[in-house]
């Protein structure tokens, strides 16, 4: 599966953005998904994951009640609207695939990554 990350850009704290993924392959409805981040300096970050029926969805503490995270399989799409931005959200945003649809926040689990979409939130 190929994945395609959009929708970052600059925006001020305390504003909003949707990111996307797109993603190729009829499995794509069978894999679990998730978002990762990484600021410069500093190590992948997991954000939010979502398995391939939405019975289970995770959150890191830090983007709990500000992000969520949505799956549409019907057209392999993977969102995750963020809203109440802070500086500390400024970073490089991956989407990722598991085949296994473990759900989990581990980057080792994910075998395919997108190429990243940059978000910049100004204070």
């Known amino acids: 599966v190929q994945l395609q990350a959009s929708g970052g850009g600059l925006v001020q704290a305390g504003g909003s953005l949707r990111l996307s993924c797109a993603a190729s392959g009829r499995t794509f409805s069978t894999y679990g998904m998730a978002w990762f981040r990484q600021a410069p300096g500093q190590e992948r970050e997991f954000v939010a994951a979502y398995r391939r029926n939405g019975n289970r969805k995770l959150y890191a503490d830090s983007v709990k009640g500000r992000f969520t995270m949505s799956r549409d399989n019907a057209e392999n799409m993977v969102y995750l609207q963020m809203n109440s931005l802070k500086p500390e959200d400024t970073a490089l945003y991956y989407c990722?695939?598991?085949?296994?649809?473990?759900?989990?926040?581990?980057?080792?689990?994910?075998?395919?990554w997108g190429q990243g979409t940059l978000v910049t939130v100004s204070s």
């Open positions: 990722a695939a598991d085949p296994k649809d473990g759900g989990t926040q581990y980057p080792y689990d994910y075998d395919y």
